[in-house]
C-alpha cells in the first residue's frame, strides 16, 4: 500500500452571510503518486476545498495532514508557503517581466546557482519547453504558458500540486492535447496531485480518483471506472454520465415506465419502495422500430464516431441514445427500448 500523501479529517468551511457550508465535513486520502479529480458544477465547494488544502482559506473544523506532517488542526494553522506544495491557477500566474527560465527558478532562490539552471533544465525537458528558455510570457501560446506554470510549480519538488482548473483558459484542441500532457508529465515526475474541474470527462481522463462534489458534501470518491458505472446517488449518476432518468412504478418483479417495463436484478435503495427513477445510459439504449412503439424519434444528430438521438416519450419527456453508425433510423420512427438488466440503475424518488 502506498503511503498517504494527503489526509482530511471532517473538513467543514462556512462563508460569513451563508446560512449552509461551503464545504461540509469533508474526509478524504489521496496516496503518494495519484492524481485525484475533484469535480463538480460550480458552487459546489471544491475550488474552497482545494483552498483549504493550500492554506489560502481556514476552515472551522477538522485537520489536515501532508506527507504525514499536520499542518491545520483548531489549535495549528500552518501558512501556504510553508506546507510544501506546488500551484498551478487557471490563469497561469506568470511573471511577465521574467523569461521562461526565470519564472521556472523563481521558486528556487535559495539555491545555489549550479542546483538551480540543473533542475530548470530537468523541469523543462519534462514539460517539453526546450529552446523556449529565453522568450517571456507574451511570446508563448496559451498551452506553451500552462507548461512553464507547471514546471514552476514542480522545480521546488513539492510532496503535493495543487491545480485550479489548469486547462479551462484554453482551447478545445490544446485542452484535449495537454490534458494529457499533464497526466504523463506528474506521473514522470511521480508527484501527487488534486486538481480542480467542472467537466467531467477531463476528469475521468486524468484522475486516478475522482471525488464528486455537490453543496458542499463529497458525493462519492472512486476511481473513474467506479464512478462512471455505479453512480452512488441520483446527483453523481446525472452530472457525471448525463444519463437518462424514467419515472418507473414496481410491478412484481418488474418496474413499470410509460415506454415499457424493465426488469432491475441489482441491489439498490430503491428496492423497498414502490416507485423509482430508472437511470438509463445513453450508450446502454438499444433502438428497436416498432409501429406501435410508444417513443418517437424527433432529432438525429451526426457525431463522427456515433448518432445521438433524441427520443421523445408520450409524456414529452426526452430521452436521449447514442448509438454506433451501423444505426440509421429516420426522424419521426417509432421506436422500443431494449436494455441489459445489468445496466439499469434505479434510485428511490427525490433523493440526490
Known amino acids: 500500500m502506498k503511503p498517504v500523501i494527503l489526509n482530511l479529517q471532517n473538513i467543514a468551511k462556512k462563508f460569513v452571510g451563508n446560512s449552509s457550508n461551503a464545504v461540509d465535513n469533508v474526509c478524504l486520502k489521496l496516496h503518494k503518486g495519484d492524481i485525484l479529480g475533484l469535480l463538480g458544477p460550480s458552487g459546489c465547494g471544491k475550488t474552497t476545498l482545494l483552498r483549504i488544502i493550500a492554506g489560502f482559506e481556514q476552515p472551522q473544523t477538522g485537520t489536515i495532514e501532508i506527507a504525514e506532517k499536520l499542518v491545520y488542526s483548531p489549535e495549528l494553522f500552518t501558512p501556504a508557503e ?43 525537458a519534462l514539460v517539453q519547453l526546450q529552446g523556449l528558455e529565453k522568450r517571456y510570457p507574451y511570446e508563448l501560446s496559451g498551452g506553451q504558458q500552462q507548461r512553464v506554470a507547471l514546471a514552476r510549480a514542480l522545480a521546488p519538488q513539492p510532496q503535493l500540486m495543487l491545480l485550479d482548473e489548469p486547462l479551462s483558459n484554453l482551447d478545445i484542441q490544446v485542452r484535449l492535447q495537454l490534458r494529457e500532457e499533464i497526466r504523463d508529465i506528474l506521473k514522470a515526475a511521480g508527484t501527487s496531485a488534486i486538481f480542480v474541474t467542472h467537466d467531467q470527462e477531463e476528469a475521468l481522463v486524468m484522475s486516478d480518483t475522482v471525488g464528486v462534489m455537490y453543496q458542499g458534501h463529497l458525493e462519492q470518491l472512486g476511481t473513474p471506472e467506479e464512478i462512471y458505472t455505479h453512480p452512488a446517488s441520483r446527483f453523481v449518476a446525472e452530472f457525471v454520465t448525463q444519463a437518462n432518468f424514467l419515472p418507473a412504478h414496481r410491478q412484481g418483479s418488474m418496474w413499470s415506465t410509460e415506454v415499457g417495463c424493465f426488469q432491475f436484478a441489482g441491489k439498490s435503495t430503491a428496492n423497498n419502495h414502490d416507485s423509482a427513477e430508472l437511470m438509463i445510459r445513453q450508450e446502454d439504449v438499444i433502438l428497436q422500430p416498432a409501429d406501435d412503439a410508444a417513443l418517437v424519434i424527433r432529432t438525429r444528430r451526426f457525431l463522427g464516431r456515433e448518432y445521438q438521438y433524441c427520443l421523445q416519450t408520450p409524456s414529452g419527456k426526452e430521452l436521449h441514445a447514442r448509438t454506433m453508425l451501423d444505426t440509421l433510423l429516420p426522424v419521426g420512427t417509432k421506436v422500443n427500448l431494449a436494455i441489459a438488466t445489468d445496466k439499469l440503475r434505479v434510485f428511490p424518488h427525490g433523493l440526490g
Open 82 to 124: 510553508q506546507r510544501d506544495i506546488g500551484i498551478v491557477f487557471q490563469d497561469y500566474a506568470l511573471f511577465p517581466h521574467l523569461t521562461v527560465v526565470g519564472n521556472v527558478a523563481f521558486g528556487l532562490k535559495k539555491q545555489p546557482k549550479q542546483v538551480v539552471e540543473q533542475r530548470v533544465s530537468e523541469v523543462l
